[in-house]
């Protein structure tokens, strides 16, 4: 039964810090209805290597699987596997030899967990009694148990009890409770309206009682909401969406309203938070700044999704499926009549049909297949498609590393994303005649070729990663609005450059010192450029592989509106960072990773970060101790891969929060400490361990009782 919790049940058990602290390889999987083999083993890979594997066969790809598997202690999740088939294909590339190895397999179908494994029966979730369903509801609603006005909990017990046990029609049927009216007596009349609904609907069939609980939560959606609910129905199954590129979508497909005094994105993102808080959404990671970055969606609200917007809008959207005997549904000789359509599967086979979309307006793709298209079919998808304001592909492969200027044709395109390999990017398009272009953003190295002869700019708010070379003053000035920039190559060239300090709206910057084709390391930048060079507003600034002396933090500190600095894979390099007193005075996140450094002091008394509120700590296993006198503002500590002295230090600034603030701290806003569980039990288990066994030793003289006591300990 869809919605009884059999995903959630395993992501608590893969997230629970004794299974990572037991399994050194933890693999989530989704292969859900229409799986792709090759999709699922590039998957695994990913944890394995960095090498693009994406043009292997799938029996390479599966013989790379076994072999990265054999000697591995690891945990795969194999989640929503629909098919006995889908199982063989996917259990010949997973070793029979390994014992350490353990897979969990989640299915909605016996004869899969069956044939999966003959010896144990599956755990059947169960419905909910009607004291759990409350105490759900509860939780949905209140966010604990035992607040429910008095005034409401006939009512509510009512609710949770017509929703049959089933936990997501709690979760969801909750969302719709959740809405903040001005009195008890208003929230009593809309929560009996919500009840009377819910008896209507409810039938002995339990999965169409879920459709109709559904269908009461949408409709009871704000209207600038649904557009933007049912578009997720856009994106494949169990797809792991970040929340960035829904922002932008949704702001590029027009869903999103102009509210005065906001940004477009301030608005979709508010309009994120309220689908998150009706239970339609779910949020899947958060960024440790608190903002949401990957969200996904239930396959029964998706479904939902898909078919409402069948009906609504004059179809919000459609998606083109190939069936088992080869042939496109719906039809592609009835594209014509579709604004948007997206394809995850057999995309270079729908290319090649060439399709033919008049009034095409978006075309969606989120696959993680090779979908080259030889240079002919992409100039046929820009001269068919004219009308494209999104395209969340572009059907190319890995190699991908220019952008053809045919691309132009698109004027009305807004959003570009480009995912290729290839460390630099030519784009010969002039994207300066584009001008509705919003966001563009790639990993690689952008080199602008051609002299922009166009006005467009004015709405460029996204340029990511531009070449240093092309950091010049023409280039700013015909984008003058630009919030985020990106930048890559040997940034060198940008110590000298007044250029940044121009544009007066930007609000986030990221440097990447990529001195391609030789190492990073033996190119480090000598310096900074000075605090008046850096762009005036600028909030967010992100350094990687840099590899500059730690004594010009100080240039970094005079940046008086800097809120977020991450520092990354060695952007400051040196045993000892001395702090000189006064300076950033905004920062209220610091992220630090891959680093030597030891010893972190501060120069003299004074003001020490005065509003820091959050610092991660990752792969920086050289450093004593974290500085105690952090401790004043500080509200989170996230540690991984440090040394069992830094542990310590932490341990001793969780001890002070708790003396100040009581041993409820981190609910009352005082203190959280976050540390890996390995590092966790790497510092305190192992000593506790041989501690112990020094005793057990007096009493088992023989090598062998005495393994046996260890096996037993751990």
Not at 138 to 162: M, R, Y
Not at 224 to 246: N, S, T, V
């Amino acid at each position: 039964m869809p919605g009884l919790g059999k995903t959630t049940l395993a992501m608590r058990i893969f997230r629970d810090s004794i299974i990572q602290y037991q399994f050194p390889i933890t693999i989530w999987v989704c292969v859900s209805e229409e799986y792709n083999k090759k999709d699922i083993f590039l998957t695994i890979l990913k944890k394995f290597t960095q090498q693009d594997m994406s043009g292997k066969s799938e029996e390479e790809l599966a013989q790379q699987v076994k072999e990265y598997l054999l000697t591995e202690k690891f945990l795969i999740v194999m989640d929503d596997v629909w098919t006995v088939d889908a199982w063989n294909q996917i259990e010949d590339a997973l070793p029979k030899s390994n014992r350490y190895g353990r897979i969990l397999i989640t299915s909605r179908y016996d004869t899969v967990a069956l044939r999966a494994n003959r010896d144990r029966l599956p755990h059947r979730l169960r419905f909910l009694n009607p004291d759990e369903s409350w105490e759900l509801l509860q939780l949905q609603v209140f966010g604990k148990e035992g607040v429910c006005p008095p005034e409401l909990e006939i009512t509510g017990k009512l609710i949770s009890n017509q929703c049959g046990g089933l936990p997501l029609a709690i979760v969801v049927i909750g969302g719709t409770l959740v809405d903040k009216l001005s009195s008890i007596v208003d929230t009593e009349t809309e929560w009996k309206k919500v009840s009377d609904d819910v008896q209507t609907y409810m039938s002995n069939d339990v999965w169409n009682s879920m459709e109709s609980i559904m269908s009461l939560s949408y409709n009871k959606l704000p209207y600038e909401l649904r557009d933007c609910f049912l578009y997720l129905g856009m994106f494949p199954e169990d797809y792991e969406i970040p929340a960035w590129k829904l922002i932008r979508l949704w702001i590029a497909e027009g869903f999103i309203k102009p509210k005065p005094g906001n940004s477009l994105e301030d608005v979709a993102e508010e309009n994120l938070k309220e689908l998150v808080s009706r239970n339609l959404v779910m949020v899947h990671k958060m960024k440790p700044e608190g903002e949401i970055k990957t969200c996904h969606v239930h396959d029964a609200i998706r479904e939902f999704c898909k078919s409402q917007a069948a009906f609504d809008n004059e179809k919000l959207f459609q998606e083109i499926r190939m069936s088992k005997d080869g042939v496109f549904r719906p039809n592609i000789s009835e594209l014509h009549k579709f604004r948007r359509i997206c394809v995850h599967s057999y995309v270079v086979d729908f290319f090649l049909t060439r399709p033919w979309g008049p009034v095409l307006r978006s075309f969606g793709c989120f696959s993680n297949s090779d979908i080259s298209l030889e240079p002919e079919y992409i100039k046929l998808v820009m001269d068919t498609f004219t009308l494209l304001r999104v395209l969340m592909q572009i059907p190319s492969g890995d190699d991908f590393n220019f952008l053809p200027e045919s691309i132009s044709i698109l004027w009305n395109l807004q959003t570009i994303i480009i995912d290729t390999s290839s460390p630099t990017f030519d784009v010969k398009a002039d994207i300066s005649k584009m001008m509705q272009l919003r966001h563009f953003k790639t990993k690689a190295a952008v080199i602008l070729t051609k002299k922009g002869k166009g006005k467009a700019g004015e709405n460029l708010q996204t340029l990511t990663r531009l070449s240093p070379k092309c950091c010049t003053k023409q280039v700013f000035d015909k984008a003058p609005n630009l919030k985020t920039l990106g930048v890559r190559g040997q940034l060198v060239a940008l110590l000298d450059n007044k250029n940044l300090a121009n544009l007066g709206r930007l609000e986030k910057l990221k440097l990447v010192n990529d001195a391609f084709p030789h190492i990073a390391s033996e190119n480090p930048l000598q310096g900074l450029p000075q605090p008046d060079r850096f762009p005036p507003n600028l909030r967010i600034l992100t350094l990687s592989s840099t590899f500059l002396d730690w004594k010009h933090m100080s240039v970094l500190g005079m940046l008086n509106a800097l809120e977020v600095l991450k520092l990354k894979e060695n952007a400051f390099m040196g045993k000892h960072w001395e702090v000189v007193a006064g300076g950033f005075n905004s920062l209220e996140f610091m992220y630090i990773s891959r680093t030597d450094l030891q010893l972190w002091t501060f120069s003299e008394k004074g003001n020490k970060f005065p509003k820091l509120r959050c610092l991660v700590l990752k792969n920086c296993e050289k450093l004593h101790e974290v500085p105690t006198s952090l401790v004043e503002k500080l509200q989170t500590l996230d540690m991984e891969r440090v040394t069992k002295h830094a542990v310590t230090c932490a341990r001793k600034i969780e001890q002070e929060k708790q003396m100040k603030y009581g041993e409820q701290s981190t609910r009352r806003g005082g203190f959280k400490l976050i540390i890996a569980p390995g590092d966790e039990r790497s510092n305190y288990l192992y000593t506790w361990i041989w501690k112990d066994l020094f005793h057990v030793s007096c009493l088992f003289s023989p090598k062998n009782n005495l393994k046996l006591v260890y096996s037993k300990i751990i």
